[in-house]
């Protein structure tokens, strides 16, 4: 029989580290073991994102260290010379491309566009230049015939007020009639000069209003339409209403069905919305339209306009370059007013 202390000998089941009994680990390699660890329960686990900066993933140089690690000796200098963490880098660059894409298309952070309030040379132009964006297909030849010269633009500069549809409009009217009264034979100011008086009259035919407002998306349409919900009256003769008309809960037939039965005094609607009203029923007609009004002041949450929305900007001078509206503008029975 072997002896007892051999015995003991062969029980022994090597761990992977064959260390001495009292073998103590230093604390700096205690740190790194626990901090290597694949148990969650042994230390904190890296941030492997791309946002990662210091340990932690904070961004903070300053920010306390992981619980269970340790800075290497020299490692505050070392830190004092690195770059800026890379999720400040990358805020920086997205930062950069925002503003960049802003002045390509002509917004800022401000809270309205101040397009409409350009003079009518300066207003012709900078409408011009957002058609060829919208419509980058369309030849020279094709672009010129569209173009909406100064002529067919109501010189609405000098009016000041720009947060309410229906102030716009009374204000204009306003300036028109004192320039008649004061013998002025040039009436620059005016933004719409009989209609607030000639909507309250029943229009000859329905679906023919004589105001349209075009806005870029179906939630301003609603907000437009309660601004002047008060050209909604009831005459003698009937009722005079506000059209809504957008794409979004109502379908196409719906909207033709209704302006074949109703007077309309305004219509406010989205680009898409009115120009297949126009050429695809036969529900919407522009016989009395005295003026088409282009919601451009209004920004939307990413700061762009009527004339910068990518889902509307298209649509929109599509409306504008069609025959039905061309003809109108050329004739002088119409304008469009920039708001």
Do not use: W
Not at 80 to 108: F, I
Not at 138 to 158: G, K, N, P, V
Not at 305 to 324: H, I, N, Q, T, Y
Request: net charge negative.
């Amino acid at each position: 029989m072997a002896p007892p202390t051999k015995k003991a000998k062969k029980e022994h089941v090597p761990t992977g580290d064959d260390l001495e009994d009292n073998f103590v680990l230093d604390d700096e390699f205690a740190a790194g073991a626990a901090s290597d660890s694949d148990d969650p329960l042994d230390g904190p686990v890296a941030d492997l994102s791309d946002d990662a900066g210091a340990v932690g993933g904070s961004d903070d140089d300053e920010a306390p260290r992981a619980a269970g690690t340790k800075r290497a000796a020299g490692s505050d200098e070392a830190d004092d010379a690195a770059d800026p963490p890379q999720s400040k880098r990358a805020a920086k660059k997205a930062n950069q491309r925002k503003k960049a894409k802003l002045a390509e298309v002509g917004t800022d952070d401000r809270d309205q566009d101040d397009t409409a309030l350009l003079p009518v040379e300066a207003l012709a132009d900078r409408l011009a230049e957002k058609q060829r964006r919208a419509l980058p297909n369309l030849s020279a030849l094709e672009l010129d015939e569209q173009r909406i010269s100064q002529s067919f633009i109501q010189d609405t500069s000098a009016v000041s007020t720009r947060d309410s549809l229906l102030a716009f409009m009374k204000e204009g009217a306003v300036n028109h009639f004192r320039l008649i009264q004061e013998g002025s034979l040039i009436s620059v100011l005016t933004a719409l000069p009989t209609a607030c008086n000639t909507l309250a009259k029943m229009p000859k035919a329905t679906g023919s209003p004589r105001i349209i407002v075009v806005a870029g998306a179906a939630l301003r349409v609603a907000d437009l339409c309660r601004d002047v919900k008060s050209f909604k009256t009831k005459t003698k003769d009937g009722l005079i209403d506000v059209a809504k008309l957008f794409a979004k809960h109502f379908k196409l037939s719906e909207h033709a069905e209704y302006l074949k039965k109703t007077h309309v005094g305004v219509a406010v609607g989205t680009p898409n919305r009115i120009e297949k009203l126009l050429s695809e029923t036969d529900s919407l007609h522009l016989t009395h339209l005295s003026h088409l009004i282009l919601d451009v002041s209004h920004l939307d949450s990413k700061k762009r306009s009527l004339v910068d929305l990518p889902e509307a900007r298209a649509d929109l001078f599509r409306l504008v370059g069609s025959k039905a509206v061309m003809d109108r503008l050329r004739e002088g029975k119409m304008k469009i007013v920039v708001f």
